[in-house]
């Protein structure tokens, strides 16, 4: 992948990526436990 650190891209992809996936599986995740 190319870097995308510090650019517009990497603050969509972050927002997008922690908005979805990782809430997503933090949620799955702690409620498995």
Do not use: D, I
Not at 5 to 30: H, I, V
Request: proline share 0%; net charge positive.
């Amino acid at each position: 992948m190319k870097s995308v650190k510090g650019t517009e891209t990497e603050k969509n992809l972050l927002k997008s990526f922690s908005g979805e996936s990782q809430a997503r599986n933090r949620y799955t995740y702690f409620s498995s436990v």
